[in-house]
DNA sequence: TTCTGTACTGTTATTTGGTACAGTACACCT
DNA sequence: AGGTGTACTGTACCAAATAACAGTACAGAA
């Protein structure tokens, strides 16, 4: 889909971000700002290339004329969309663009606390605690939790060795975490993460991570 | 709702349709021309008045500086939302603006079937169902149901005599209607109803209606 | 009656922002 | 070896746009 350069990528997303956060497009200046150029002539090339390429239009002679087009339009507002999380790519922060499967349009702030992206259960590991296979839970992005919180954890798949997000029971004792299912039936077991073996604070090492908390769910079949 | 007079009423709107439009905010000038001012001051007082009213931003220094509020950015679309229905005033219809407690931003398409509006579980009857004290529920209105369907029935409160919902399992033999409670606990007891003694299809005598059929819920905390 | 708010006209200063032109450097393709 | 595209720096001009000041007129509230 993407013939655009990695640039160019992210010079797009930091136009659609400007339109989320601030509502109107940048101008060049603020491109070239961020991106630390010190000419607005960088940042017009860019969006010459891009608009060439089909993804914006330029409007001639228009302060902040910059248009998103079609599918890309239909991003504009997110402000009350969460995106739909499926498999996380090797090395992409969670919510990258690459990851998102779907945007729904679910008010973040209805959560508690407010959802950063949403996950779709497979499996019955947290049916004790109400979440059934096929419920959409939102999850608050932070990257540790207290003791008992039900946590989305990012690992690799036992066989395919793909990331892929899970909800589990989060306990840590000193270098000891827990990951507890919720289902006392015997398929279901705990899974134990020693820390001890890796230095100090680093968790490049382990395949392991928070992605973050359990903030509700949403259930969409009767 | 509206402390806009009718003129910034206007402006507002432009300013909404020009967003959609052209995928950013007018100018002094934009304005002035589509209302034929001769001078962009005047278009400049209104985005004033209208800022300081609460509707817009104005980014200072910024050409086309104008950011809808959260409020005004949800106006955009009511088709993204869903009413919360909480008690029921009597003879109204139940999606009635004097039921309606608050607007959520949740796509109605979202449910299946499509949810037309939502209703907050007060309660642990259908626990046994993974439906939650504080859950709120997607209804899809209709007024009658199959077998074994899981509906949002309205009938007076025991005690207060108020109409109100509550969510039921929903069973029919001939003229016996059985609405049980998914929760063992013996506090729990199947309700019945015989339409015998009503006259024919009339249903205005029997304090008891379907408004719809469980779609999904919601569940806002952690 | 005075004050405040709405709804403008008219003018001007100043900043913001778009865009053209002239380069440099590097990578890839033919 | 030369052409094309990417990715910039640097300078400069001028139109686009904001924003301030000074008015007029009218309507409703204190």
Redesign the interface.
């Known amino acids: 889909m993407s013939d655009l350069t990695q640039r160019q990528t992210e010079i797009l997303d930091f136009i659609r971000s400007q ?1 989320r956060e ?4 940048p ?1 060049r200046e603020d491109i070239a700002r961020q991106f630390g150029f010190s000419s607005k002539t960088g940042a017009q090339d860019h969006l010459m290339a891009i608009a060439r390429k089909g993804y914006i239009e330029l ?1 001639p002679g ?7 087009l079609k599918e890309e ?1 239909a991003e ?2 997110h ?2 969309e969460l995106p739909l999380i499926g498999s996380i790519a090797a090395g992409t922060p969670i919510t990258a663009e690459t990851n998102v499967d779907t945007w ?4 973040p702030e ?4 407010r959802a950063d992206f949403l996950h779709r259960v497979s499996g019955h590991s947290m049916k004790e605690a ?1 979440i ?1 296979d096929g419920d959409i839970v ?1 999850i ?1 992005a932070q990257d540790d939790a207290d003791n008992g ?2 946590v989305a954890a990012v690992m690799p798949h036992p066989r395919t060795g793909e990331d892929e997000i899970t909800l589990k029971r989060y306990f840590r004792r000193g270098k000891k975490i827990t990951l507890k299912p919720e289902n006392s039936a015997p398929a279901y077991k705990p899974l134990e993460i020693d820390l001890a073996p890796l230095d100090g604070d680093s968790q490049e090492q382990t395949p392991f991570r928070i992605a973050g ?10």
């Open positions: 339109l601030t509502g109107f497009p101008t409007v228009n302060a902040r004329g910059i248009r998103l339009a504009l507002s402000q009350f729904l349009r679910v008010d209805l959560f508690h606390p109400n059934l939102g608050h919180q039900i908390v359990y903030a509700g769910l949403i259930r969409v079949r009767g």
